[in-house]
């Protein structure tokens, strides 16, 4: 069985498709493989002779499809749609290249106490495990707070249902807070206190985009690349005169856009959005992620790792170095990421895992 480092560091991943939305939970990792083996053998899929399938991965609902050949791989990707077979429901897959990428698997920290007004929270983590089976869950904590992994996109999603979710909850809550104060009008002995308080817990609560404006979730390495690596962050902001505000929560950062002019247009804000959308996702593919550990290391290693980023930086202008307490990201092309960290290990003469 293949391994997905032997895959990353060999020209297998030429013949390597990466294959997600399997269902997670409904058979075993041994069938399941197996399904998909004979789904991309079967010439109807454009598929061919397989030499091996990856499964499970550290990402869930994603599989690893190794091809004998290189243009069956691609027959396959340009395929643009891939159904399993009928008896196991209808599950539609999405395949892609294999690349080492920024984003394979990221973990978000999710605040549902907003929601605890409206809804049981356990109930609701019950849907959203229902709705999102290749995301894994953590136990909900007391203080309404669950952590969630998976691949970024499904991440995405997910945050983005919570966020109309909450939009949607607002609007029901002013209009029966309305509601009632046109009863109060005729029974003034009676009180909304609750759900006004309810419902300024909830707005405070939202990202001021839910309320005006546009939202756009990214990966929060892709981001600070965009921001700091590139002109075309700041140059369409200014272009389209648009403000953007930006929260970064872990590895997922929301930017709420909103015009800077009253005057200006209103279609400003989602022309923003678009472009800044486009031109992550295509960084989405570009971009790889080398990562220095500096956990276990005694001082003299972490500063002689450190001094040595520093004095590359210079000359590897298209590389972000992010510096972290227990480790160092450097992100940038495969060429450049690949390059660089060559060099650091040349310069301090030993290897940077």
């Not at 939202?206 to 690596?229: A, I, W």
């Amino acid at each position: 069985m293949a391994s997905v480092l032997n895959v990353s560091e060999s020209k297998a991943s030429e013949r390597t498709v990466v294959v997600a939305g399997l269902p997670v939970g409904v058979w075993s990792d041994l069938l399941l493989s197996i399904v998909v083996k004979r789904h991309f053998q079967d010439v109807k899929n454009e598929g061919g002779c397989v030499e091996d399938v990856i499964y499970p991965t550290r990402t869930k609902g994603v599989a690893y499809v190794i091809f004998k050949e290189k243009e069956v791989a691609e027959n396959v990707i340009r395929k643009k749609k891939h159904c399993l077979a009928e008896k196991f429901g209808p599950v539609e897959l999405t395949v892609s290249h294999f690349r080492e990428k920024v984003f394979s698997s990221v973990k978000a920290v999710l605040d549902l106490s907003v929601f605890r007004s409206q809804v049981v929270l356990e109930y609701l983590v019950m849907s959203l495990q229902k709705e999102n089976p290749t995301l894994c869950f953590s136990p909900l904590e007391r203080n309404g707070r669950i952590s969630v992994q998976g691949s970024f996109l499904a991440i995405k999603k997910l945050k983005e249902s919570l966020l109309l979710t909450a939009s949607l909850l607002l609007k029901k809550n002013r209009n029966f807070i309305s509601e009632g104060e046109k009863w109060n009008s005729q029974s003034p002995g009676r009180s909304l206190q609750r759900s006004s308080t309810s419902l300024q817990s909830l707005r405070s609560s939202l990202p001021e985009t839910t309320r005006s404006g546009e939202r756009l979730v990214l990966d929060t390495d892709v981001f600070l690349y965009l921001k700091k690596k590139t002109e075309f962050y700041e140059d369409t902001l200014k272009k389209f005169h648009v403000l953007c505000q930006e929260r970064v929560d872990g590895e997922i950062t929301t930017i709420c856009i909103k015009n800077a002019q009253d005057g200006s247009r209103p279609n400003n804000e989602k022309l923003v959005k678009e472009f800044i959308e486009k031109y992550s996702h295509s960084l989405h593919f570009e971009l790889r992620k080398e990562t220095f550990v500096l956990e276990g290391k005694d001082n003299r290693e972490k500063i002689n790792i450190k001094l040595a980023c520093e004095h590359l930086s210079s000359r590897y202008l298209k590389v972000l170095i992010n510096f972290y307490e227990t480790h160092i990201d450097i992100i940038g092309s495969s060429s450049d990421t690949y390059s660089f960290k060559k060099e650091i290990m040349k310069l301090i003469k030993q290897k940077v895992r």
